[in-house]
């Protein structure tokens, strides 16, 4: 008719004492094909909208009324399916699928979520897939995984792939869409914090009995026509506060060798682009306090390690700095370049060269000196420990073809040393030195006035310099 389509109830009696009517309306069964389909369809409207199609269960006093969607079961074959399928929008957009649990009352929890397939006894067990739609012209629709906020703690929310007690565990991949312009990104980022720290972002390697632990590949994306996309690992900059460490380690070992570091640049193709480069720089700063430091520390143990240069032709190492030596005798030169290059040691500093050690043009200064005069304490003696330095003769007038014999006593001097002594001031006489012998700890130094005529009017000095 021209007015509302008639409406149809059926309704199970009611019971004041016991449990209400049951209703039930089921399909024919069948012992040859098919069993009889059954169909519950709201009516459809040709001006307004279509009917809704209910299913409810009863309230109670303690709990309500389940409602349970169940295909039928298969003896030789596969079990009936379950469909779920918002209506689609001719013109505009289709129907929303909303799956939820209803909201708590004033106490308790609101009702947990399940969506799980069945377990197998012999084949694999079914899959889940959670996809949005495609778009022809459009975005693709996005998919949101979140979980509830909460007063004390925020929800959890848990990836995990299924174990096996046979073969390998599941495996979890998430990776973001190709595109024609650029590829999606993956963002893993933990949650903002306001009184206490921010969450952490903790990715690690499963643990082995038997075998090596799992590793961590961190690679960045390729490309067929421009270069390799790179990778970053840094903390933020702070107004307040230091920014965070960056702690690059591998672990201990109790029975054999622990983990090296490797970092390493990729060789270049081109004949006019060289090698990259590796750069260490420490943190500057802008306050009047000094720059951050560069430490190279090598392992302790029965003897502590070294840090090696290696030919990077050869692989041969060239050069070695240890807590003993520095070696660098593997290179054809080695230059130090600087305004000021200062060798200290505790102890002594040797140079030795094959064919010799020159100066260049360079001036020499600055050896170890002292200066003295003979027979402060004994007659003809003095005591001066030093490289060189200048000695005070005790003659103040020294006859003409007279001679002086000086014993110096001076730790520097051994048995096979070298010792240079030369005439600073005459006093007026002609003093030579004649005699310069050298023994364990002492020198003798004979001085003659070879003068034919004048005798010294003071006492002579004398420059010396010790050669070992």
Do not use: H
């Amino acid at each position: 008719g021209d007015a509302a389509g008639g409406s149809f109830s059926v309704i199970g009696s009611a019971s004041s004492s016991d449990s209400g009517g049951s209703m039930s309306l089921v399909a024919g069964d069948s012992s040859a094909i098919d069993g009889g389909a059954a169909s519950f369809n709201a009516g459809s409207s040709s001006g307004g909208d279509g009917g809704d199609l209910s299913l409810s269960s009863g309230s109670g006093a303690v709990s309500g009324g389940s409602v349970e969607l169940i295909g039928g079961e298969g003896s030789s074959s596969l079990g009936g399916e379950i469909t779920i399928t918002s209506g689609r929008g001719v013109d505009t957009s289709s129907g929303l699928v909303s799956l939820s649990s209803e909201d708590a009352g004033t106490s308790g929890v609101s009702g947990s979520l399940s969506l799980s397939t069945g377990t197998a006894t012999v084949g694999d067990s079914g899959s889940v897939t959670l996809a949005s739609g495609s778009s022809a012209s459009g975005t693709g629709g996005s998919m949101v995984l979140s979980v509830g906020s909460g007063d004390a703690a925020g929800g959890s929310l848990s990836v995990v792939g299924s174990d096996s007690s046979s073969n390998s565990g599941g495996d979890i991949s998430v990776s973001s869409g190709s595109g024609a312009f650029s590829g999606g990104d993956v963002l893993i980022s933990a949650g903002d914090g306001v009184s206490s720290v921010g969450g952490s972002v903790s990715i690690s390697g499963g643990s082995s009995t038997f075998s090596s632990g799992g590793n961590i590949v961190v690679v960045s994306g390729s490309s067929s026509s421009v270069g390799s996309g790179y990778i970053t690992l840094t903390t933020p900059s702070v107004a307040l506060g230091s920014s965070g460490d960056v702690s690059i380690s591998t672990g201990s070992s109790t029975s054999l060798r622990s983990g090296a570091i490797s970092i390493s640049v990729g060789d270049s193709g081109s004949v006019t682009n060289p090698g990259s480069d590796i750069t260490l720089e420490a943190g500057s700063s802008t306050a009047s306090t000094a720059g951050g430091n560069i430490y190279l520390k090598t392992g302790d143990g029965s003897s502590s390690g070294s840090v090696f240069y290696v030919d990077p032709a050869s692989d041969t190492n060239y050069g070695v700095i240890s807590d003993t030596t520095i070696d660098f005798s593997g290179m054809s030169t080695t230059s130090f370049s600087s305004g000021t290059v200062g060798l200290t040691a505790s102890s002594t500093i040797t140079m030795t060269a094959t064919n010799g050690i020159s100066f260049g043009d360079s001036n020499i200064s600055g050896f170890e000196k002292g200066y003295g005069t003979v027979g402060t304490m004994v007659w003809g003696e003095i005591w001066l420990n030093a490289m060189s330095g200048q000695i005070t003769g005790e003659s103040t007038g020294l006859p003409k073809g007279d001679k002086d014999f000086i014993f110096m006593y001076n730790d520097r001097i051994i048995e096979t040393s070298s010792l240079i002594v030369t005439v600073a001031y005459e006093a007026g006489c002609s003093p030579i030195v004649f005699k310069a012998a050298c023994d364990y700890g002492w020198a003798e130094i004979g001085v003659m006035n070879i003068d034919p005529v004048y005798d010294c009017s003071g006492a002579y000095i004398l420059n010396f310099l010790v050669i070992n």
